[in-house]
């Protein structure tokens, strides 16, 4: 009786894993461990105080998860941008940033705003593309700016 209830048992646990081979339940092979990442934010104005500005960041090369941001050197964009979570879950991000402070407590030229830190699945090397939305001065006008993304943790 059983030796009769292990032939079944068995019987049974190898129809139980046919059936699962067959709908597509493989053993999963290891995938290379994550990495973290980050992404400086810098912007150039010339010799324009940069009073405001908003950045649109997205991966174009490789999958990433944004998974903090942080704020610049600059006292006056030391604290983070407002962000835009929903855009943050697919792999871009659209930051922005203002300082009320007068032209003399602004930045000018190269500020670093912003560290973006990701995470990058597996052995890829991402990509990144910047565009500048809006950048302004302590009055409100529109200045002339480029966006500058480092990767890496060089400052």
Same mark, same amino acid.
């Given at each position: 009786?059983?030796?009769?209830?292990?032939?079944?048992?068995?019987?049974?646990?190898?129809?139980?894993? *046919?059936?699962?081979?067959?709908?597509? @339940?493989?053993?999963?092979?290891?995938? #290379?461990?994550?990495? @973290?990442? &980050?992404?400086?934010?810098?912007?150039?104005?010339?010799? /324009?105080?940069?009073? /405001?500005?908003?950045?649109?960041?997205?991966?174009?090369?490789? &999958?990433?998860?944004?998974?903090?941001?942080?704020?610049?050197?600059?006292?006056?964009?030391?604290? #983070?941008?407002?962000?835009? #979570?929903? *855009?943050?879950?697919? +792999?871009?991000?659209?930051?922005?940033? @203002?300082?009320?402070?007068?032209?003399?407590?602004?930045?000018?030229?190269? &500020?670093?705003?912003?560290?973006?830190?990701?995470?990058?699945?597996?052995?890829?090397?991402?990509? @990144?593309? /910047?565009?500048?939305?809006?950048?302004? +001065?302590?009055?409100?006008?529109?200045? +002339?700016?480029?966006?500058?993304?480092?990767?890496?943790? +060089?400052?």
């Amino acid at each position: 009786m059983k030796r009769g209830m292990m032939m079944t048992c068995g019987l049974l646990s190898m129809l139980l894993l *046919a059936a699962l081979c067959e709908r597509g @339940f493989a053993i999963r092979q290891a995938e #290379p461990p994550a990495r @973290f990442e &980050t992404v400086s934010v810098f912007v150039e104005t010339g010799e /324009a105080p940069l009073a /405001a500005w908003q950045l649109d960041i997205s991966a174009t090369a490789g &999958t990433v998860r944004i998974v903090g941001i942080e704020g610049g050197d600059h006292p006056a964009y030391s604290e #983070p941008p407002y962000y835009d #979570p929903l *855009a943050m879950q697919q +792999d871009r991000v659209i930051i922005a940033a @203002f300082s009320l402070n007068g032209p003399e407590a602004l930045p000018s030229g190269r &500020t670093r705003v912003a560290t973006i830190h990701v995470q990058i699945p597996g052995d890829v090397e991402p990509e @990144f593309e /910047a565009k500048i939305d809006a950048a302004a +001065d302590h009055d409100g006008e529109f200045i +002339d700016a480029e966006v500058v993304l480092q990767i890496g943790t +060089d400052k």
